[in-house]
């Protein structure tokens, strides 16, 4: 995703970002559907199967509008921009001079730890 001349390029991570959108509806929605009494026969193979593809074709048509795609793409980029975030963090407290302090050396630590939630977390 890291080219050469050092951009990121978020196609794949925006593609990879829908069809996990797409899975973890079709597991969703199968699950709650199969879990309501008397739909228990859902999951019977084959009608499960049909289920499930119908649930991936309204997914993949949902995934597929405009408005999610920026989701999909405004989501990479935010990240993207954490993890850079993070990955500044974890140099800065790397690069500290062994004459640091000790609240030097907490500074970079909390700043770095910040960071990482910040990269990990999912709602923002």
């Not at 829908?18 to 026969?41: H, K």
């Not at 649930?55 to 597929?64: F, G, K, L, Q």
């Amino acid at each position: 995703m890291v080219k050469k001349d050092g951009t990121i390029d978020i196609t794949e991570l925006a593609q990879a970002m829908q069809e996990s959108f797409v899975t973890w509806a079709v597991d969703f929605a199968f699950g709650v559907a199969y879990n309501t009494p008397g739909l228990q026969w859902l999951g019977l193979p084959l009608i499960n199967q049909i289920t499930k593809s119908m649930i991936r074709w309204v997914a993949e048509t949902i995934s597929a509008s405009a408005m999610m795609q920026g989701f999909f793409i405004n989501t990479a980029i935010r990240k993207s921009s954490q993890a850079s975030d993070y990955v500044l963090a974890v140099h800065a407290r790397v690069n500290l001079p062994p004459t640091a302090t000790d609240a030097e050396y907490e500074r970079a630590e909390r700043a770095e730890i910040l960071a990482f939630n910040n990269f990990v977390r999912v709602t923002n």
